[in-house]
């Protein structure tokens, strides 16, 4: 059952776990980033295909810890506005994805990263005010992106920041519907080759390896001010975004 970790060997599965640990942090400070940024890196170790279902069980672990660090800033309020429409569009989504080729998926990746840069200055400039109605439009468009990509959760920053939500109840709420949305994807990839006992095992590695970046996270997240946490997103997001398409440039 563990035949996944001899075939890494014990360098590349110390230097996952470290990843898995750094990037956490930078999740836990940012709500965002950390999780394509572990994809990305983790997509160079075990290929294109199967690393959103991998993430998947990673993540759901990372934003359990998440959820729990910061319960007392949890909108139930937006958080069912959010689930309630995009979970069916994440798991079309997410069926979809087990008939794109890599390369296909790699590019997807990338723009949903690198697209989420100029949807969030354009938001901040505008200062949207998110009515109930448009939360709900927004979150079956990320549903159908996000289950078939990590990194969806960008296209939430301006409107559920402009809900109303501080940049810690943001972290919360953000983190239960990502727990949500992986909760979603595995019960798809689950019933497909996508997601057999090795990769599920590497998924729970990888998750167990986040909780002490989280806790680091939330750390950096109470000192940074909201200038620097948009900043952070930035760098991170073109960062996570170029890597991707490297990857579809060597596919081909």
């Not at 069916?88 to 990263?113: D, E, F, N, Q, R």
Request: glycine share 10%; with cysteine.
């Amino acid at each position: 059952m563990l035949d996944i970790f001899s075939d890494l060997g014990v360098t590349t599965i110390v230097v996952v776990g470290l990843l898995a640990m750094i990037t956490a942090a930078i999740h836990g400070a940012t709500g965002v980033a950390g999780g394509f940024l572990m994809t990305a890196a983790l997509a160079v170790v075990i290929g294109i295909k199967p690393v959103v279902p991998v993430m998947s069980v990673a993540l759901l672990i990372s934003h359990c810890s998440r959820i729990f660090l910061n319960r007392e800033n949890f909108n139930k309020d937006v958080f069912l506005l959010v689930v309630l429409p995009a979970v069916p569009c994440i798991m079309l989504s997410a069926w979809l994805y087990g008939k794109m080729s890599s390369t296909l998926i790699a590019v997807l990746l990338g723009t949903v990263v690198l697209l989420s840069i100029p949807l969030r200055r354009w938001a901040r400039s505008r200062e949207i005010k998110t009515s109930r109605s448009t939360l709900r439009g927004v979150a079956a468009i990320y549903g159908g992106i996000s289950g078939a990509s990590i990194g969806g959760g960008m296209l939430l920053i301006p409107f559920m920041l402009g809900f109303g939500l501080t940049k810690e109840g943001f972290v919360a709420t953000l983190a239960a519907i990502a727990f949500t949305t992986n909760v979603s994807r595995i019960a798809i990839f689950g019933s497909t080759a996508l997601l057999d006992t090795q990769f599920l095992m590497l998924g729970v590695f990888v998750g167990l390896m986040t909780i002490p970046g989280n806790y680091l996270g939330r750390s950096i997240l109470r000192k940074l001010t909201n200038d620097r946490h948009a900043m952070m997103v930035d760098v991170l997001t073109v960062i996570g975004a170029l890597n991707f398409f490297w990857m579809a440039l060597n596919q081909s």
